[in-house]
């Protein structure tokens, strides 16, 4: 087959896809595109690329995959062992021989050759044969290329929701200091209540000794006013206390 399957001219760049059918290289970039490169070989609708990259547009990943697919003259070379090919000429007239099936040109004035024919034939197998274990390991690779992306792909997105993950923990983290510290306002203001209860609390005690204190209650408010002050120590130091865990 000579005209591409696609647009159905003669083959213009012609790209050689994971199953072994040839497509022209625009036809290809047009139909992978218009496809959203999801789309299979227009023949037999093998895989051409499964892979979809989010952010990336269609027409430059299409473009970058029909690029990297080889040519049949790549093919032939890789099999041959060789960097270019060399058209087959005829010995005769020296013209081109038919690249598909490696006949003489009609127009060769010289005589034909079974035998050689038959020899032509037998390497148009062996190149066959060459070029078909040839495409089935750029198969493999282009699979195992996939594979390795998606599982790339797979990172990545447990990366974003790690950083995720550790972006809500720093909010709950903030919300708890500033939880902790509006504690910490509430206690200090209980803290200086408690101390101005106590002031006043010794003010009405000094007035209530200075009215009662006659002779006869000397002895029992001296009594009560150590009492009091055993209790005003045991008061202060829980204060203090307090304020030193609520600075801590």
């Known amino acids: 087959m000579v005209d591409c399957p ?3 001219e003669i083959f213009q760049e012609p790209k050689v ?4 059918h040839i497509i022209c290289r625009l036809c ?3 139909w992978l595109e218009a496809r959203d490169m999801e789309a299979g070989c227009p023949l037999c609708r093998y895989p051409i690329f499964e892979l979809r990259i989010p952010g990336y547009p269609s027409r430059l990943i299409a473009e970058t995959v029909a690029n990297a ?3 049949d003259l790549d093919i032939m070379a890789t099999a041959r062992g060789r960097r270019d090919v060399t058209p087959e000429t005829c010995l005769w007239c020296e013209g081109l021989l038919c690249t598909l099936g490696n006949t003489p040109s009609p ?3 010289g005589k034909q050759d079974p ?3 038959a020899r032509r034939e037998e390497a148009c197998r062996e190149s066959l044969k060459a070029v078909s274990a040839k ?3 750029m198969v493999d690779h282009t699979i195992r290329m996939q594979d390795f992306l998606k599982g790339t792909e797979e990172e990545f997105r447990g990366v974003v929701a790690h950083s995720d993950t550790v972006g809500h923990m720093k909010v709950q983290a903030v919300q708890l ?3 902790v510290q509006n504690q910490l306002v509430e206690l200090r203001t209980v803290l200086l209540t408690h101390k101005h209860l106590l002031r006043r609390l010794q003010e009405s005690r000094d007035s209530v000794v200075t009215l009662v204190m006659t002779e006869p209650m000397k002895d029992r408010m001296n009594f009560l006013m150590k009492k009091l002050r055993n209790l005003e120590q045991g008061y202060m130091e829980e204060s203090r206390k307090l304020c030193r865990s609520t600075r801590t």
Request: with cysteine; net charge neutral.
């Open 6 to 8: 696609v647009c159905c």
């Open 17 to 20: 896809i994971p199953c072994g």
């Open 28 to 30: 290809l970039v047009m």
């Open 69 to 71: 697919l080889p040519t």
């Open 107 to 109: 127009l060769c004035p």
């Open 115 to 117: 035998q050689d024919a």
């Open 135 to 137: 495409i089935k390991e």
């Open 177 to 179: 200091v500033l939880k």
